[in-house]
């Protein structure tokens, strides 16, 4: 999806190991947003951000890290993976008012 | 505890028929509803919305209904296309808030 880069598109990692899924965006919007999509569940909110420096817990931030230095990138660190952790993650920019996300095109993890 | 439910993980229509998808939610402090669309490793785009002062909001075939009182909300596509098959996430925000809430989805499958 155009302005919101998500890498790697594909992923396998062994549980215990470490990663970092990259956001960038390129449309200089403050809010960016991390969920995961577990099947039948939904999208989950795991970290999100108001603006480069500021970042705030969502739903599901454990096992999660997330920086923001700069406007355009919203890196999520994934420490000590566990299978649990096992899904497709995807980052979002806040379009306009009253969330109208335009989302990446996803990162799909599996922790084996 | 899921704050906003889809009760219907699937629904198969026929082309040129009604689709209807329906969500309920229970936090009295959402205001403003949003539904997205979802095709196979793509982002979730956004599709309409609609805010609580509303009962209604209609964009070409897709019109959205919401009922306070019952705390439900429906999508309605009509007619229904090939090209609509995908999954359908309703999304709940609640005044002042910067966080959408999730239904679990329902996929659409449109039968030519």
């Known amino acids: 999806n155009a302005g919101v880069t998500q890498t790697p598109k594909f992923r396998i990692l062994k549980i215990g190991q470490s990663m970092t899924l990259q956001c960038t965006q390129d449309m200089n919007h403050n809010y960016m947003y991390w969920y995961r999509q577990d099947p039948g569940m939904g999208l989950k909110l795991i970290y999100y951000?108001?603006?480069?420096?500021?970042?705030d817990k969502g739903e599901v931030p454990n096992g999660y890290n997330v920086s923001r230095s700069t406007t355009e990138d919203f890196p999520l660190r994934l420490e000590l993976a566990a299978p649990s952790q096992t899904s497709v993650y995807f980052c979002?920019?806040?379009?306009?008012?009253?969330?109208?996300?335009?989302f990446g095109s996803g990162t799909q993890l599996s922790v084996l | 505890d899921q704050q906003v439910k889809q009760n219907s993980p699937s629904l198969s229509v026929q082309e040129g028929r009604i689709s209807i998808l329906n969500c309920d939610y229970t936090?009295?402090?959402?205001?403003?509803f949003l539904w997205y669309k979802k095709y196979p490793a793509e982002g979730p785009t956004f599709l309409i919305s609609?805010?609580?002062?509303?009962d209604k909001n209609e964009d070409g075939r897709f019109t959205v209904f919401l009922n306070k009182s019952a705390k439900h909300l429906s999508l309605h596509i009509v007619p229904s296309q090939p090209g609509d098959s995908a999954v359908y996430f309703c999304?709940?925000?609640?005044?002042?808030?910067?966080?959408?809430?999730f239904g679990g989805g329902t996929r659409v499958l449109v039968k030519p």
């Open positions: 979002a920019i806040r379009t306009g008012t009253n969330e109208k996300l335009f």
């Open positions: 951000s108001v603006g480069a420096g500021i970042t």
């Open positions: 609609i805010s609580s002062i509303k």
């Open positions: 936090n009295s402090m959402f205001d403003y």
């Open positions: 999304a709940a925000k609640k005044a002042a808030g910067n966080k959408l809430t």
